[in-house]
């Protein structure tokens, strides 16, 4: 995955009703260590990375590159939102797109966090980069996120074999700019 080409990194914080949106700090490093180390997390991502190995390589201020913000719920870290170019994407019809992904400490599930911070996320997308599609994909058999993507607004181009299990690849259309 590369950038998001000409735009400005890290835009002024998102602030969305409950949830800020900014880039990552060093206070964010333990949140981020336990975000990818949570089995939870990672039950359709490959599993969970291990914990000493995260201790020792993270950087003090980790995930710090263009679209990549961190999801603040009264100044903590609660997940991540991101936002790349799918490059080197295995389908065809997601190549070259932007991608959008996403990740939420268990604690925070089931209270619409990821909905809010998702749709900000796509919103600022479409005021910096408008006309371009996004595209997500995502396991099937990974309920909540087939949900999230139907109320993004994401509609599935295909579905395919991938890692062992049935995925699903959805398109966002272009948010076409007001004149």
Known sequence: MSDLG?????????????????ESEARDRTAFIELLASPEVHTYLGGPQPHDELEREMPEVPEQWPGSFVVDLDGAMIGQVLLRRATEHRRPAAAGKADLGYLFLPRSWGFGYAAEACAAALDWFDGVLPGEPVVLTTQTANVGSMRLAAKLGFTEVERFEAWDAEQ???LRAPVTPSA
């Open 6 to 22: 000409s735009v400005a990194w890290p835009p002024e914080p998102i602030r969305t009703e409950r949830l800020v949106l900014r």
């Open 168 to 170: 699903w690849l959805g």
